[in-house]
């Protein structure tokens, strides 16, 4: 298997060796042992502590897409409204999710390379509309961007909207995430981005509000929710339980925490900031347009002139850098540095721009 010296991806990022051992070294029944239940709370209170929540956290085995589904999937019945407020490929994807599942959708868009703005527009459409839920995306990894949740949450809790969804999974851990201030009834994450664990784990929190519809709801399936309410209670969960992933998952928000989430943010903060830095003087041109706000974990830029997604990422791969391209509309268009997690450091990320001015 071909490795690379510089890995750039935005997730799934570097999995450090301390993860490693213990994704490897984990071993248990799952649901006959107690130990399984305390590992899996001690993990739900680390979670907690990221998304400053006093919600309950429920944690699957999937990748984050899970999260994205079983949210919507236990939460929604066919015609309830919802207001998908769109700044990229997640945000406009949310929404095309929920209007799968016979949801009647209302996006407010802003093009791929903005941040959430104008919020009288929105504020007007919540107002309209009355939407039974509300969906965000926090870093909208594609754009390389960080959409703004406060004010959004305010007004979601002065409209006494129901359900305000947020897609955080490559932000948690990364950046400041305040669930509860932010009136978030079901926010949601992912092992393989900030907290760089095995692509495997997803988790998200879900509010007194969320648990009321839900149980109203009864979605029945693979990747319902409800059977986690009282699965620690009962000592039963829905699926034999991820002794690997869950362990995974604990050690890796036990480092952030350990680290402190201040000096996480600020590590992140940092080499994001040198990231930008350094490709603007080199004369590439940053995706995300001049007032919106860049993500911290993710750096979005324009692929060079004159040359193909294929070619740029041939060149780069070749002197050892392997960096992501994007989807949807921006394909072929920008490429992205994941300065998240493991790969939110300052000698890594100078490596990769070192490879990135040798390849102009
Ligand atoms: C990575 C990511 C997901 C989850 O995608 P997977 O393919 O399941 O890893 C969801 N939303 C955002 C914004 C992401 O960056």
New binding site residues.
Partial sequence: MKTYPIPMV??PVVVPDAIRKVYLDAYGSGDLEPEFVELYTRTQRRLKTIFNTRDDIVIMTG???LA?WSALKSCLVPGDRVLTVATGV?GYGIGEMAQSLGADVKTVGFSYDETINDMARIEAAIAEFKPRMITA?H???PSGTLNPLEELGRLKNAYQIPLFYV?T??GAGGVPVLADDWHIDLCLG?A??CLSAP?EMSFLSVSPKAWEIIDAVGYVGYDALNPFRQAVENRYFPYTPNWQGVAALYVAAGLLLDEGLENSFNRHDRVASRCRQRLVEMGIDLFPAAGAVPSPTVTAAKIPQGLTWETWDRRLRDAGLVVAGSYGPLAGKVFRLGHMGTQADPDLVDQALDVIAGAL
Wanted: hydrophobic share 35%; with cysteine; aromatic share 6%.
């Fill in positions: 935005p997730g990748e984050g897409m994205l997640f995306v870093c909208e990894t897609d999974v490559a992912g393989q981005k692509p």
